[in-house]
């Protein structure tokens, strides 16, 4: 395994320094890229070198984020995807086939649960759900499965769960960890040096961080990488563009800037949020809540007492919009309410447990205090 030497503000403000000195790397907007003799396509084809061919499979701009990827989990490789979703479903058909398991952490990214359902469930593959809890004290719950399939924090429900605990039993009973790392970024949390196997990110979120492109990006061992790039990338053929890629190299630059940001605001909310009687419950796991998580992100849930009507609430806010996604420069607010009426989604196990009173924030880049002014304005406007 790789460890990162220096620090993550060091790594991400280092110049490209290409060919002319450029501090940021061109954008390479070419579809395919021609050789000089027979010898160098030949050596091509033939896997004795790895020019860039045709950019389905490989493009600069794209390997110079994959790279940046791989630096900050600490690990070999890295492959882009055009979203977050075709990450996670390149990596599933993958390393899945019919008459396997996969073990997943209930109340997973909604999209991941019906890819999961409507997709692999038909074509022979078994998916149970569990708890954080279950993935930690059963040690057996892994015995058979294929693959376990992660979030911690996990959507809506903001529960963490021991990685290393989990990654252990995985290895004992052979099974692959895949984790969803949306939710902390390499910032706060690097699940490879935890004994995770593939680090998966829906870059649309933190790592672009300017809600302007949609991309996705999983990180690991160059053997399943490997697989990755061998099969789902150029078979299923979701790749990143070369100027999403671009996007997202600009959007690292601050990564950690903006994650320092993000959880500063993160905090005074969970400091002042505390002194609310109109909040019941308060979901931001921080730095002590799992091992290995290093703060709160800007992403995080509550729950609104009887006596505040959501509706209301939810209009009589300002400065957060309405909105699914998160982790752009601008504030979110998502009530739980809105999606469990979902169309056809009522009775998904999915949404067992999901408290109708929940309300989803995302934390942008605003001022903390004019962010809490206008949480408490709505929070009076909505009292009956
Ligand atoms: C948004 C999201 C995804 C899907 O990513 P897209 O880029 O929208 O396809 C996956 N996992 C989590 C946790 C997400 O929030």
Redesign the pocket.
Known sequence: MTTRMEGLDTLLAAPHDGTFGEMTPPIYQSSLFGFASYAEFEDRMAGRSDRPLYSRVQNPTVSAFEQMIARLEATEAAVGFA????A?AATLFALVKPGDRIACITHV?P??YRLMERMLRPWGIEITYHPPEQFERESDLLAGARLAYL?SPN?MMMEVMDLQVVAGHARRHGALTVF?N??ATPALLNPVALGIDLVIH????YISGHSDT???VVAGPAELIGRLRDLTLPLLGAKLAPFEAWLLLRGLRTLETRMRQHGGTADLFVDRLATRPEVTRVRSPGADAAPGLRGRSGLLSVELSENISIPHFADALRLFRLGV??GGFESLAVPAAITLKQAGEQNAPQRFGVPPRLVRLSLGLESAEDLWKDFVQALEVAKN
Request: glycine share 10%; proline share 0%; no cysteine.
């Open positions: 979203s977050g979703m075709a996670v990214y999209d991941s979030e959507s969803d949306s939710w829906s870059a649309s979120k949609v991309a996705g996604s998160w």
